[in-house]
């Protein structure tokens, strides 16, 4: 049976880079899509650190700016297209209809990576993983993954392949 929580800390902003990167790249090899992601935690806990590491591990050699201003980001990375959401100026769900975002939550090819997804709590409830992200000091973190959906403990499986366990 598959666990519904993994949990890994990290001394640096390096290993949760390497740990992002690689875990990207077992979720596209593995073929887990549509998957929303929401990355939750406080300012600078690492959550836009986490997600521009998703992207250089899927081979994203562009620029990743933080969507604090655009709202969404969106980016193509091979077959599958990683939709980067920031929704922390957001107020609520009414903001959410000019972005476009149904069409992304149907792209069968696509991971929305979302940050402040309780800012918008009807795109939170659509979420199959969320990382909680913990600041422990000195450059340390601590994520916590949550599946919520087969999609998200299928997830769950492949970042434990990655290097995440229940050891705190």
């Known amino acids: 049976m598959v666990q519904s929580e993994l949990i890994k800390s990290f001394r640096s902003e390096a290993e949760l880079i390497d740990s992002a990167g690689e875990f990207a790249q077992r979720l596209r090899s593995s073929a887990c ?23 250089r591990g899927l081979g994203y050699l562009g620029r990743v700016p933080s969507p604090t201003y655009t709202l ?21 769900d009414a903001e959410l209809e000019n972005l476009g975002l149904r069409d992304w939550l149907a792209h069968p090819d696509a991971w929305v990576v979302i940050e402040w997804p309780e800012r ?49």
């Open 33 to 55: 899509r549509p998957l929303v992601i929401g990355l939750v935690g406080t300012l600078g806990s690492g959550k836009t650190t986490w997600a521009r590491a998703m992207l």
């Open 120 to 168: 918008a709590p009807t795109l939170a409830s659509r979420c199959d993983l969320t990382l909680d992200f913990v600041d422990i000091g000195d450059n340390a973190r601590r994520v916590t993954m949550h599946g919520i959906t087969s999609a998200g403990n299928g997830a769950l499986e492949h970042s434990r392949q990655a290097g995440f366990n229940n050891a705190r």
């Open 72 to 92: 969404l980001e969106e980016y193509d990375v091979g077959e599958l297209t990683l939709v980067h959401l920031d929704l922390y100026r957001l107020s609520g």
